[in-house]
Every structure is written in structure tokens, then in C-alpha cells.
């Protein structure tokens, strides 16, 4: 499929994890896709409107819209900031009293995707021709699970991954307890949380854990880097994004 697609890389992977907005690059490129990124991208306004600052998330919504119209998709490695997108920026653009704007987020918002929701739901496909013979555990972060509801999507992706050794992780829908700012806030409850995640994850004999929110790798894999696991994080576009022998 022939699509104009933008990637929206998100602040943090990109200047945290930009292996990750690569991965999507190449592998939207490998699908046929246009991909381009708008270099007048910035945050989505999140990180203001989770803390109660509404009035300050108001230009990186403004500028969120003019930057990503026009485009087949908006495609982000990110649940979190997609789940911002569709259900914080109508509000936000409500709050600047300005109608205009409020109609470009609405015109905007259904185009913009979680990476799994855009290969399944709209390019439909499971198979991406990834090669990744490694055991793995995927661990869906709570934005994805009960904001954007992506379900199983991202798992029929691994599903469909040659060499790949899937095994369930216990206790996949608890939250690992990072919260964003709840980890600085409230941070011997986050690291409770994150013990048990990692402790679930090293039950599995997994070498790698997967999920779609760097931010939730970050707190995982801090936790399983200290306790000397060996247990590698990735983000799921990188794995999909792998290729190797047929």
C-alpha cells in the first residue's frame, strides 16, 4: 500500500532511544510506505497535561497540528503519547477557545497510530517478513492496554516473526509501575511494582523482553540490569524491523 505516512518519533525516543523511530522508519520503508519526518515535530504536550498543566500543553498542541496535517498517517512507536493525542488534545484545544483548532485536532486524531494499530488495522498485515530467533516475553504497557486497547495485535506481530521463541509473560496486564511521573513521586511503590514485573519476566527464561513504550522498558530494564539478568529490552519496532536468513 502506497502510503504518505509522518513518523512521529516522540520527544523522548528521540533523544533517548532513536533506534527505535529508525526501526520504524525501515520498516514501513520495507512495507511500501512514504515515510517522512517533519523536522518541526516536537512533544506532544503529555508530559504538561498529566501534571495539571494544561495552559502550558496548549502551544505543543498547536504545533503538533500544523506540523502533522496533511498526511496519509501519523505512525509513533509510542501508545502513551498516541493515547495524548487522541484523548487529551480536544481537550487542550478546547481549553485555548479556539474553534479552528479544535477542528484541525479532530480532523487529525483518528489518523494518528500506534505502530501495531497501523500494520494490522490499516496496512493488514501480521507478517512483516522479521527474522528474530531469540526467546521472548512481551509485556503490553498500560497505555496501550486500556487507552488505545490495541489487544492482541502486537502479539500476532511476534506470532508471525520467523525463528522467534514467544513465551506468555505472568501477569501481562499489571502495570510495571512507571507511571511517568509516578516513578519519581511516588518511587518506592514504582519500584515494588517493578520488582514483580521483572521478577515475572525472569520466570519466563526470556533473553529479550519486548514492549511498544520505551518509557516502560526503561523502568523494566533498569530493574533486570541491576539484578544481573541478562535479560535484554527492546521495543517491538525494532524487532518486527529485524531481518535476517529466510
Not at 487522541?86 to 479532530?106: F, S, T, Y
Not at 498485515?125 to 526467546?135: E, I, K, L, M, S
Amino acid at each position: 500500500m502506497n502510503m504518505r505516512v509522518a513518523l512521529f518519533a516522540t520527544c523522548y525516543n528521540d533523544l533517548m532511544w532513536p533506534e527505535t523511530p529508525k526501526a520504524v522508519v525501515r520498516l514501513l520503508r520495507r512495507l511500501g510506505c512514504e515515510v517522512e519526518f517533519p523536522a518541526e515535530q516536537t512533544c506532544c504536550g503529555q508530559m504538561f497535561t498529566n501534571t495539571g498543566y494544561a495552559e502550558e500543553a496548549i502551544p505543543a498542541v498547536r504545533n503538533f497540528v500544523a506540523t502533522f496535517a496533511g498526511y496519509d498517517a501519523v505512525v509513533a512507536p509510542s501508545a502513551s503519547c498516541v493515547g495524548s493525542v487522541r484523548h487529551q488534545h480536544h481537550d487542550i484545544a478546547a481549553r485555548a477557545g479556539c474553534r479552528a483548532m479544535q477542528n484541525e485536532v479532530d480532523t487529525l486524531a483518528p489518523n494518528v497510530y500506534e505502530l501495531s494499530e497501523f500494520l494490522v488495522d490499516v496496512l493488514g498485515v501480521t507478517d512483516v517478513g522479521a527474522y528474530f530467533p531469540h526467546r521472548v516475553t512481551y509485556h503490553p504497557t498500560c497505555h496501550s492496554l486500556r487507552m488505545l486497547r490495541v489487544g492482541d495485535r502486537p502479539l500476532a506481530l511476534l506470532r508471525a516473526v520467523r525463528g522467534i521463541d514467544l513465551v506468555e509473560l505472568p501477569g501481562a496486564d499489571q502495570c510495571c509501575g512507571f507511571g511517568g511521573t509516578f516513578a519519581v513521586k511516588n518511587a518506592d511503590t514504582s519500584v515494588a511494582m517493578g520488582a514483580d514485573k521483572a521478577r515475572a519476566v525472569r520466570e519466563t527464561e526470556a533473553e529479550v523482553l519486548v514492549a511498544g513504550d520505551n518509557s516502560c522498558l526503561a523502568h523494566i530494564g533498569g530493574l533486570l540490569s541491576r539484578q544481573r539478568s541478562g535479560v535484554r529490552v527492546m521495543h517491538l519496532a525494532e524487532v518486527l524491523a529485524a531481518e535476517g536468513a529466510s
